[in-house]
């Protein structure tokens, strides 16, 4: 299978790549100003916010598939979207559980870092719209650091995909699910060869995010 | 007076890091802070930019007064050491950036190093590269804090020269903290002693350097 491939082994790998790389980007979208911002900005409650960022690192796939899956299904309230069963919410319930980690991570690293860049632009009376991309620029190489795990993240999860997306044949089959779906039919040799793709395909993706990193030292 | 100082305190718990009752900088003068590692300099310079607040007392500069600040640490931006000076300029002077940045970076000896990446030079080029940065846009107030540590001594002597060359041609008043009582003799007007937070001694700097009065400025100098 994975040196001939076929069509179905296509199909369900393009969609795996689609939701990962929709859903890791959108997280990365979101996740990193939220980071930047609360790190660079001092306000009441600053605490109490990164300590539920770093709460919501945390958060259970399988529960996050469930409350996306009531949000979206034909009562809940974004029912009328039509969303449920689709590689859409796929990538939305993908990008609830990424941000939180992006937005963490890069909270985390850019306060370790922002002393000095936060002094250097007050004092040359840079505005804090500037002094964050200043900051952003000086995160580059750990913001493809943080990208990559991502992506990892947004490629191996199963549990919020396999409920909101419903591992629909043609439709919204992606690897993960369908090496659990081989799983639980016994075709082992299957799911293994699909694990072994996957793994592939990340490796792939880090050489080139390696490459990027390079060029941002 | 372009600033006025009253009953500004610093402290972490008990631990009071700096007490100033009153003092008031005159316009266009250049003051030298002295004083041992942890005497306050640091402190209320950080205080001043506003980059740290006090816990107590009040600071105001003259209304409309452009604050620039130099910190301990300097600090090179990953960009070209051009573009780390340009970043400086405000957008009205955007066409005229690249030329102001071109010449202060050759007063700088840095014109070799316009296209190395800021964050990769050695402690005494960023401070060169800091201060051609905050020299770049126009401030009526300097706050230096150790403006010229990390340079040797020919770096030091042209970034001073360039330094008050600012100075003159902006009418600017200089606060600066240095370790250096060469510095502060070659530069400043006033010297300010402190010595555990508290603001000892002032004066003309030649009378405070030749005639100390207070116990505590008279043995800092025997052992600078």
């Known amino acids: 299978m994975m040196i001939s491939g076929n069509a179905l082994l296509r199909e369900i790998v393009a969609t795996t790549l689609q939701m990962a790389f929709s859903s890791s980007l959108l997280a990365l979208l979101i996740g990193v100003p939220i980071g930047v911002l609360v790190a660079n900005s001092n306000f009441h409650g600053k605490k109490i916010i990164v300590v539920l960022m770093r709460t919501l690192m945390g ?11 009531v949000l979206f299904s034909g009562t809940g309230p974004f029912g009328s979207l039509r969303l449920i069963y689709s590689v859409d919410l796929m990538i939305i319930a993908q990008v609830c559980l990424i941000f939180p980690i992006v937005a963490g991570m890069t909270e985390t690293f850019v306060s370790s870092i922002s002393s000095p860049i936060l002094e250097t632009a007050k004092g040359l009376g840079i505005g804090k719209l500037k002094t964050n991309f200043l900051t952003l620029n000086e995160s580059k190489y750990q913001i493809v650091a943080i990208y990559l795990f991502a992506f990892a993240r947004a490629i191996s999860e ?21 090496i659990a ?6 075709q082992f040799t299957y799911a293994i060869a699909l694990g072994i793709i996957l793994l592939l395909i990340a490796l792939g993706v880090n050489l080139i995010a390696s490459l990027l990193q390079r060029r941002t030292k | 007076m ?3 100082i009253e009953n500004l305190k610093k402290q972490y718990g008990d631990k009071v890091v700096l007490d100033i009752e009153k003092f008031e900088f005159e316009k266009g003068l250049k003051y030298a802070i002295i004083g ?14 506003k980059t740290d607040k006090q816990s107590n007392g009040n600071f105001e500069f003259e209304k409309d007064t452009a604050v620039g600040f130099m910190p301990q640490h300097s600090f090179g931006f990953s960009m070209s ?56 846009n126009q401030h009526d107030i300097l706050l230096l804090d150790e403006p010229t540590a990390s340079m040797d001594v020919q770096s030091a002597i042209v970034a001073e020269k360039v330094l008050l060359e600012y100075l003159k041609q902006n009418g600017a008043t200089l606060i600066f903290a240095t370790h250096s ?18 603001l000892i001694e002032y004066g003309k700097t030649k009378t405070v350097l030749n005639f100390p009065t207070s116990s505590q400025l008279i043995e800092f100098l025997q052992k600078a």
């Open chain 2, 181 to 198: 009582l060469k510095q502060a003799e070659r530069i400043a007007d006033i010297i300010i002693f402190f010595a555990n937070g508290n």
């Open chain 1, 59 to 69: 958060l259970p796939p399988v529960v996050v598939g469930i409350v996306i899956f």
């Open chain 2, 36 to 49: 041992a590692n942890g005497s306050g300099k640091s402190t209320l310079l950080k205080i001043l930019a």
């Open chain 2, 2 to 4: 372009i600033l006025t």
């Open chain 2, 81 to 136: 050491v051009l573009n780390n000076i340009m970043l400086a300029f405000p957008l009205k002077y955007k066409n005229i950036a690249k030329v102001k940045t071109l010449e202060i970076l050759e007063k700088l000896m840095l014109l070799p190093l316009k296209k190395k990446n800021g964050a990769h030079l050695s402690g005494g080029e960023t401070e060169r590269l800091a201060l051609g940065r905050l020299l770049s």
């Open chain 1, 181 to 186: 779906l081989n799983y639980n039919t016994g």
């Open chain 1, 158 to 178: 199963v549990g919020a995909v396999q409920i909101v997306g419903g591992n629909i044949l043609h439709k919204t089959r992606v690897m993960t699910t369908t």
